[in-house]
């Protein structure tokens, strides 16, 4: 498969020299025969023919499927849970990425309430920058708010390259966020142009829930699924759409597990809100109806939140509408622990750590699911494993496109190659896969990452901290250009009447709030930064209802008024 | 063939206005009699037919019903279609003789017949003659009989005692009086009250055809709700010329207030309990408070209602609009815009699914959350949805006027959607059935009160008019446009009311043994609204200058005459208390089954016996925090999952499920106790 032009006993590492002759190359908008170039992981030259300097190491091709390295956009290596660590650290799961056709990871910090975003983030950088294999980079969990959360924030996206945070509506008493603070966090994220991310499942209900499972003596894994029924992620997903769009803020919904909640984002998205979904492997792979297995330790390794739905048609909706673009992104979550970790929640399933695996077998699965079914074409399917990912969060072109100067990160993609998922095959650590025993189509052949070969004939060459950290800049335009002029759209304005002079009744004080947090929001927001003209454009852009500039002029609709529009201006008597 | 359409054309001009459209005869939704198997030729013939007691109209005996009928058997026959053939002359039409037929007649008979019934000052005994009764199911002509406030008989040739009191009705539609399920007469607020006492308001929701208003009680938060019950009783019990019930607003949550909704709805007779979504740090609940109390509702037999708005979003948007400087009533509608409604709607939606609970959404204003409400029904949940009078007769585009008086008397909660196709579309969903009820919200303050908050609409007290306005303003904008029927507008104005409240059949329907609360509807009155007319206390009307037709003619409450020529008789204090038990069939039938079809298992494991790892507990500060404060834990399932929906959790046998069609190598993991993982 690979040859060597020139002196033939050159280390294969050392040459940093790569030629790939005669691949089909495929991108999210066309696929086209060329031959590929790089030097120093970065692709130089695209076309036929090309005039290359000796010592270059050449990949033949023979006509088959080349694209972009995948993106995992979620991750989630190295996660601490309650003093135990997820199974798989940076090495491992970007080893298991890179083996399974994905060159650039997305791992989320989640900092402990109390610690700096700006500490968790560095721990993370310190973490992934000794161990990553493949290229990285970061999104930050909001786990508490206050000021000092702002100011971080701030600091992260201007200093730190991180543009995208994600929070969290579901972890009562633990990560969740007030639908008020949710809404400041918004405002904040929308202000310094990231993306804020969500965790759409409803937190007080499943606390609810969960206790009355318990209090019925469901302990075991089944427990999980049915305090979390899908009507509460759709709920969430609901709840975050509205607040987006109040706020003007694009939106992007992690973990998409169930058909419901992947309902409303299609219906939002067709009225106009800037809103992204983001189903893993998991959901699209597999169900949950697996929690009834009479095996604990099988049931238990499927646990992780939103849980995957019990409904067996779930997978293919999702695939179809990853396929007709509603949903745009796919991430794999991973996020696995060992069997032992699991069974500290083996006696209350509200105790097992969550997280499934899937972020070697993500390309191949939605290749099985969507290209070889025909759903989707090879350029779609770019476009959901890298292209939008890179699009969404500011990396493209370097990242999601084979073109000239974009970043050596390429797949060579066997489409006719099957494989049997199995734990015993696997990269990552744990001794379950969600998916055993499943049969898959399509796989890489070969994985070039940085313009080095990685995979090769089924083996792997990773070098441990190789990996670099991907800076991402704010305002990317595939999702801000829509968000800038709904902004500038939408100014209000209030209605200059003259001074009401009429008889004024007497107020009685008396009226106690219930809490008191009356300025609640004054207090503990940051957000509050004053004369935002800033404003969703629901009502202004995509309906008909009125808040806009005319305003100014009452409207009159067909209804047999006789009374004339009020025009007089300072008046208390009543037409 | 052709002759008949020919007359059909003339006949046209006849009809009554609201019926007056090219093929009416066949939206005459629900025929009385056999329909296609009654059009045996000469099936009829040399019987008596009263044609003319089934005419609807006045201005031409030719109604659809009759037309369609004629036409069955006698298209050949008669020559002239707007002539009765002599051999049907019905006693109706000798009654009617050559007066003028469009008036309804009130006599008292006299002589002996008095004479006999000397103690009654004023007759208890009424009748009504000639009347089409409109029930929610059908509409047939016959003669009903009331008395002690009681419907006694219903049919043609009543035998009645003497000294009754008869009404000719002429045909004219005789209605179940309408039921206001929402109302707030002297509501205080911040130490004022609304200008709208027991008596001002329900003197106007019989003035509009009403005859029971259901009002809600607020107590303030930290106050006994019994207390505040019973301060309504008494307010209501004083002053109300109309029967009333009550809902209690439940504004905060605790052990003391289960208890006390617990007597309530066994030994008060309320069955109807309003959360409030909205209204920040005031009567606002949180969603685990909303569950627990869905839960203890569900388990009790009452019905949920709610005011659906996000309050945490609201309470931002205000911040914003006040720094912007927007300080006028349109900074009321900018910070309340119709997502928030619909958001919090679905929110409840499915805290209700998940507690089993039946659902009551009041005031319904925007087109999103009638939307979301629809659709939730088509999936199979119990919800109710109750648009006002306000939101189906005006929108919120007043909000922008210049006129701060005017504007400000818009304001309420949530607001009048500024789309101006929004009562429209609410109409529609109303006459199709996905929206259930209709209230008024009828919360009036004067224009002094409404300026407390004359530098800062968040301080307007909130509330629009509406219960005098209701039933004209659905005849108006629903039935005159074709949009629904006759039957139809009984049920969103009076039976499905009271088939929610568990007050059916003694309200809502004409019947043997009901009340008897009684409007005749006069289908062609034209009036126009105005404030200097209406009987509500205020100086505004957010209907002003409306001209609607369709009014009550002749309004009966109790058995007596309240409305008659335009003149109202109405006493202060008649009004009594309608107690409404739990557990209504309506609502709750549903409710029942799927509570026995849900029941969860758990699966059967052995024990885990593998290693487990160390851990802390440091992450979840309060993992059981539902058990601090949730009252009610009851192993009530919803079905979601059980019954609609094709997932299938809860396996009933033991075997785990796999799904067909899966390539899965592994066999169905059947041993039960191994830590080994195949």
Not at chain 1, 93 to 98: E, N, P, R
Not at chain 1, 307 to 320: G, H, K
Not at chain 2, 228 to 241: H, T
Not at chain 2, 532 to 556: C, D, W
Request: aromatic content about 6%.
């Amino acid at each position: 498969m690979s040859g060597y032009q020139g002196k033939k006993n050159i280390p294969r590492i050392t040459s940093d020299r790569l030629l790939i002759k005669g691949g089909k190359i495929v991108n999210d908008d066309q696929s086209f025969c060329a031959d590929i170039y790089m030097e120093d992981g970065v692709i130089k030259q695209i076309g036929e023919n090309l005039i290359v300097p000796g010592g270059v190491k050449t990949i033949d091709a023979h006509g088959r499927m080349l694209m972009p390295g995948g993106i995992d956009v979620h991750t989630r290596f190295q996660m601490p849970d309650r003093g135990m660590v997820s199974a798989d650290d940076f090495y491992q799961g970007t080893k298991a990425a890179l083996a399974g056709g994905s060159t650039m990871i997305i791992d989320h910090v989640v900092p402990e309430p109390g610690v700096s975003l700006i500490a968790a983030f560095e721990q993370w950088r310190e973490w992934a920058d000794s161990k990553s294999c493949c290229d990285y980079s970061l999104h930050v969990d909001i786990t508490e708010w206050h000021k000092g959360i702002q100011e971080d924030m701030e600091a992260l996206v201007k200093d730190h390259g991180v543009n995208s945070f994600l929070v969290y509506l579901a972890y009562k008493d633990v990560f969740q966020l007030t639908d008020a603070q949710v809404y400041e966090v918004f405002s904040v994220i929308r202000d310094l142009g990231a993306i804020a991310q969500v965790h759409a499942e409803n937190g007080d209900i499943i606390a609810e829930e969960q206790h009355r499972m318990l209090e019925q003596g469901i302990t075991g894994p089944e427990g999980h699924v049915l305090s979390r029924p899908e009507e509460v992620e759709a709920e969430a997903v609901n709840r975050s759409v509205t607040v987006a769009n109040q706020t003007n803020c694009p939106l992007y919904v992690t973990k998409v597990m169930s058909k419901s909640a992947a309902d409303v984002i299609a219906q939002a998205r067709k009225k106009g809100t800037v809103v992204y979904g983001e189903p893993i492997t998991a959901s699209l792979g597999t169900d949950g109806s697996h929690y009834w297995s009479k095996n604990w330790a099988k049931a238990a390794a499927y646990v992780t939140s939103p849980a995957l739905s019990p409904d067996p048609t779930t997978p293919d909706y999702l695939n179809s509408l990853l396929s007709c673009g509603d949903l745009q992104v796919t991430g794999s979550a991973h996020c696995p622990f060992n069997t032992s970790q699991r069974a500290v929640g083996k006696d209350d399933f509200s105790l097992i750590p969550e997280g499934v695996n899937g972020t070697e077998e993500r390309m191949s699965i939605i290749w099985d699911k969507c290209v070889v079914t025909g759903k989707m074409d090879e350029n779609q399917f770019v476009a959901v494993t890298s292209t939008n990912a890179a699009k969404i969060f500011n990396l493209y072109p370097r990242k999601g496109r084979i073109a000239v100067g974009s970043d050596a990160d390429l797949v060579l993609w066997d489409p006719d190659v099957t494989k049997i998922i199995s734990a015993k095959s696997h990269n990552s650590t744990v001794e379950y896969n969600i998916f055993e025993g499943t049969e898959v189509r399509g796989g890489p052949l070969v994985v070039i990452s940085q313009g080095k070969i990685v995979l090769e004939e089924g083996t792997l060459h990773t070098t441990e901290g190789s990996g670099r950290y991907v800076a991402r800049k704010p305002f990317p335009d595939y999702v801000y250009k829509r968000i800038k002029a709904r902004s500038r759209l939408a100014e209000l304005r209030g209605v200059p009447r003259g001074l009401y002079d009429g008889p004024v009744c007497e107020v009685s004080v008396s009226v106690t709030p219930k809490t008191m947090t009356p300025a609640s929001s004054a207090k503990t927001s940051p957000a509050k930064q004053p004369n935002q003209p800033v404003r969703n454009l629901h009502q202004s852009g995509f309906s008909l209802s009125g808040a806009q500039v005319d305003d100014n002029i009452p409207r009159r609709n067909t209804q047999r008024i006789v009374a004339p529009p009020g025009g007089r201006a300072n008046i208390t008597s009543l037409g | 063939m052709a002759e008949r359409r020919g007359n059909w054309d003339k006949a046209e001009d006849d009809l009554p206005v609201y019926l007056a459209r090219p093929g009416t005869a066949d939206q005459v939704p629900r025929q009385k009699y056999g329909g296609l198997f009654s059009s045996v030729e000469g099936a009829f013939e040399s019987k008596s037919i009263d044609f003319d007691a089934l005419s609807v109209g006045q201005r031409g005996s030719r109604t659809p019903r009759t037309a369609k009928r004629e036409t069955g058997q006698q298209a050949k026959s008669s020559a002239s279609d707007n002539k009765i053939s002599p051999g049907v002359e019905s006693p109706a039409a000798n009654r009617r003789g050559g007066k003028d037929s469009n008036r309804v007649e009130i006599t008292t008979s006299g002589g002996k017949e008095v004479l006999q019934n000397l103690e009654h000052e004023k007759s208890d005994r009424l009748l009504i003659k000639g009347g089409r009764i409109v029930n929610d199911d059908q509409s047939f002509h016959a003669d009903i009989y009331m008395e002690d406030g009681l419907i006694k008989q219903i049919g043609d040739n009543l035998i009645v005692p003497g000294g009754v009191k008869t009404i000719e009705a002429n045909g004219k539609m005789v209605i179940p009086g309408g039921i206001d399920i929402h109302t707030h007469f002297q509501m205080p607020y911040r130490g004022t009250t609304t200008v709208d006492d027991f008596a001002q308001g329900s003197k106007a929701a019989l003035a509009g055809g009403t005859t029971m208003i259901v009002d809600h009680v607020i107590p303030d938060p930290g106050c006994s709700l019994m207390a505040a019950y019973d301060q309504w009783r008494q307010w209501a019990d004083e002053k109300s010329c109309c029967d009333y019930s009550l809902h209690v607003d439940i504004t905060h949550w605790n052990d003391s207030v289960k208890q006390e909704v617990e007597n309530l709805i066994k030994e008060k007779g309320v069955n109807s309990f309003q959360v409030y979504m909205a209204y920040k740090d005031y009567y606002q609940m949180s969603n685990s408070e909303l569950y627990d109390i869905f839960t203890f509702l569900a388990e009790r037999g009452g019905i949920a209602e709610v005011h659906a708005e996000n309050g945490e979003i609201i309470a931002e948007e205000q911040t914003r609009m006040l720094q912007m400087g927007i300080t006028g009533p349109e900074g009321h509608v900018l910070s309340r815009p119709e997502e928030l409604e619909a958001e919090a709607v679905f929110r409840a939606i499915t805290i209700a699914s998940q507690t089993n609970c039946p659902l009551y959404v009041t005031r319904v204003m925007s087109k999103s959350a009638a939307d979301i409400i629809s659709q939730a029904r088509k999936k199979g949940h119990v919800v109710f949805g109750e648009p006002i009078t306000a939101s189906l007769g005006t929108d919120g585009t007043h909000y922008w006027s210049k006129n701060w008086a005017k504007a400000a008397s818009f304001v309420t909660s949530p607001p009048l959607s500024p789309d101006p196709t929004t009562p429209d579309y609410l109409n529609t969903l109303l006459s199709s059935g996905d929206l259930s009820v209709t209230g008024s919200a009828h919360c009036t303050f004067s224009v002094a009160q409404k300026a407390i908050g004359k530098d800062d609409f968040t301080q307007i007290p909130e509330g629009v008019n509406g219960v005098e306005e209701r039933m004209t303003l659905i005849w108006d904008k629903a039935v005159t446009t074709g949009k629904m029927d006759e039957n139809m507008f009984v049920a969103v104005t009076s039976t499905n009311a009271a088939k929610i409240l568990n007050l059916y059949p003694r309200k809502g329907r004409i019947a043997v043994g009901s009340d008897a609360d009684l409007v005749i509807w006069d289908t062609d009155s034209i009036r126009t609204i105005t404030a200097k007319t209406h009987n509500s206390a205020t100086e505004y009307n957010v209907f002003e200058g409306m001209e609607l037709r369709g009014a009550p003619q002749v309004v009966i409450c109790q058995g007596k005459i309240v409305l008659e020529d335009g003149n109202l008789h109405v006493t202060s204090g008649v009004g009594r208390f309608i107690p409404c038990s739990p557990f209504p069939d309506f609502a709750y039938k549903r409710i029942k089954a799927r509570k026995q079809l849900a029941v969860l298992r758990a699966v059967p494991r052995g024990m885990y016996d593998g290693p487990v790892s160390e851990f802390s507990m440091s992450r979840g500060g309060t993992p059981s925090a539902s058990a601090r404060n949730s009252p009610t834990k009851q192993p009530v399932r919803n079905l979601h999952q059980s019954a609609f929906s094709l997932a299938g959790p809860p396996t009933p046998d033991d075997i785990p499920i796999r799904p067909a069609g899966r390539r899965i190598v592994v066999p169905p993991g059947g041993r039960s106790n191994i830590t080994t993982l195949s």
